[in-house]
């Protein structure tokens, strides 16, 4: 069984911000580590940015919020998205 953690940020709340996904992790360190997106997306075309979208890291909440058999470490299960 793997974690699922909430997470969530309140520094970017503009347009074109995340501010929450749920994700599944090994760890509370490795969830608040994540991004709300897939980060082969991130790197691939460049169009998103941590700073600017998301969060630092040390910004990021993070919410226990259950187990799961279905998903893997790493994989962003839903995220919350506010387009412009």
Not at 5 to 16: A, M, P, R
Not at 48 to 59: F, H, I, K, V
Not at 73 to 84: F, K, M, Q, R
Request: net charge negative; with cysteine; proline share 4%.
């Amino acid at each position: 069984m793997y974690k699922l953690f909430l997470i969530s940020q309140d520094v970017n709340t503009g347009y074109e911000t995340y501010d929450s996904a749920v994700v599944c992790a090994t760890s509370k360190k490795k969830a608040q580590a994540m991004f709300p997106f897939e980060e082969t997306l991130h790197y691939k075309h460049n169009d998103y940015s941590r700073e600017e979208d998301w969060a630092p890291t040390e910004d990021v909440k993070v919410k226990f919020i259950g187990t799961t058999d279905k998903y893997k470490p790493g994989d962003v299960i839903i995220a919350s998205y506010n387009a412009g």
